[in-house]
């Protein structure tokens, strides 16, 4: 099939498909966050064993099989390999709403990480073969997914779980989380029919098979460890500080402020729907306008910083009304980071190995985000102990943490960081400067 040809399929409908999965994606993980009170009374769960729920236990598979798996993308169609992915995870969502202990529900987390690794990468080999202009345009609303979906899963979690338990007697109202876990599976298995059967009519959207590999995108990394090193590091701290206020904001507004865990979930569900992609579209202007390696750093420390001195704001806060004003600054804060940090690595790797980069990159700050951040954030509340603000001190110690990881990470890689990203856009990389 010709080239151009096999771009010009890429249509609308499937784009916004793929965006669609990607936002029931984040939306599946958010399941715990949304449910953590209602998880936590019914399983006796410590704080800690909700952190690793939410992350550690999610993360570790879904790391193992991103870098194993990517194999596979050589041997069969994405879309499919798509679709399968989403099979899998949904399974692995259905058998956690029905799990009746802690190794249950830690079993379908780390089936779900599993049933994910793939998605992302093998959604974006498809989205790659279409024309710049409309590639660009693909990528971000399939990336715009993920921004939305932690938001619609605790928004729609909190909706479902208010209307569950309304309609349920009290003896089984204490249940009504896990009929709101499978009602929200319903889209997923709409979308993977719909994607099994756009694959067999668009067998010409494979991936590009002169792309570089991993070891091609590690050896280029490794020319230039510092630069590397350091913003890998700053962006793990950047994504530990977003993925520890996601995951424990709605139990910060049940516990501090007597909220319901539903009204919690939706509360905090459209402060991240307002708030998140304020942050993402501000970095991604002001990094435009910009265009030197600055832009990217400042905003990888500004947002740090802003979204830990509003988790001191969250401490002191004596009112609902208070903390999701600082709840707000998290997000915006956290979200430009976050989005500034992407950006930052994406100016930095040669096109040819821009995708296995990438599934480095996602893998190193997925495996510090959820798999650091909510289990620390955890620990730490179950240190300070059970008071009324114990669960917000421990997220300001976390992500204050973060913010001074972030510095470092920034001031280590500053040294070069415009050399390399001048190289990686002219698509050429020289040797190391000696040591």
């Known amino acids: 099939m010709d080239t151009r040809r096999a771009q010009l399929e890429l249509g609308w409908p499937l784009v916004l498909s793929l965006a669609a999965i990607h936002f029931c994606a984040f939306a599946d993980r958010a399941v715990p966050a949304a449910f953590a009170p209602a998880l936590r009374e019914s399983f006796r769960l410590s704080d800690a064993q909700l952190g690793a729920l939410q992350g550690t236990v999610f993360i570790l598979p879904y790391a193992l099989a991103t870098l194993i798996g990517a194999a596979a993308l050589a041997r069969f169609h994405p879309l499919r390999i798509v679709a399968a992915s989403m099979v899998a995870w949904t399974a692995a969502c259905g058998t956690f709403a029905l799990a009746s202990n802690l190794s249950q529900l830690l079993l379908a987390r780390a089936a779900l990480g599993t049933g994910q690794a793939l998605l992302a990468p093998a959604a974006l080999a498809v989205l790659s073969s279409a024309t710049r202009p409309a590639a660009t345009i693909a990528v971000s609303t399939f990336t715009a997914g993920s ?7 605790l928004i729609a979690g909190g909706l479902l779980l208010a209307l569950v338990t309304r309609l349920m007697s009290p003896p089984h109202a204490q249940d009504a989380w896990r009929i709101a876990s499978l009602w929200l599976l319903l889209p997923n298995i709409l979308l993977a029919g719909f994607l099994f059967r756009a694959s067999g009519a668009s067998t010409g959207l494979l991936p590009d098979s002169s792309t570089g590999g991993m070891r091609d995108a590690i050896a280029g990394m ?41 009204m919690a979930a939706l509360l905090f569900g459209v402060i991240v729907l307002a708030c998140a992609p304020v942050g993402h579209l501000a970095a991604g202007r002001h990094i435009a306008r910009a265009g030197h390696w600055s832009a990217p750093a400042s905003l990888m420390i500004g947002g740090s910083v802003l979204a830990s001195t509003c988790c001191l704001l969250l401490t002191w806060a004596g009112s609902a009304t208070g903390a999701a004003i600082g709840l707000c600054g998290l997000t915006v804060g956290g979200g430009a980071a976050a989005a500034a940090a992407m950006i930052g690595f994406q100016q930095l790797t ?14 190193a700050v997925g495996l510090a985000g959820y798999g650091v951040g909510p289990l620390l954030t955890g620990a730490l509340s179950d240190v300070i102990g059970p008071s009324q603000n114990g669960l917000a001190q421990a997220l300001l110690l976390t992500t204050g943490l973060s913010s001074m990881i972030v510095m470092s990470g920034v001031t280590l890689a500053s040294g070069r960081w415009q050399r390399v990203r001048s190289q990686a856009q002219a698509g050429v990389r020289d040797e190391p400067a000696a040591a």
């Open 350 to 363: 040669t096109p040819d190995v821009r995708l296995p980069a990438s599934a480095v990159y996602m893998t």
């Open 222 to 262: 490794m020319k230039e460890p510092r630069v590397f090193g350091g913003h890998l590091l700053a962006s793990c701290a950047v994504i530990t500080i977003v993925q520890s206020g996601g995951a424990w904001a709605p139990s910060i507004l049940h516990r501090a402020f007597a909220l319901s865990p539903s």
């Open 147 to 153: 921004s939305s979906g932690r938001s619609g899963g």
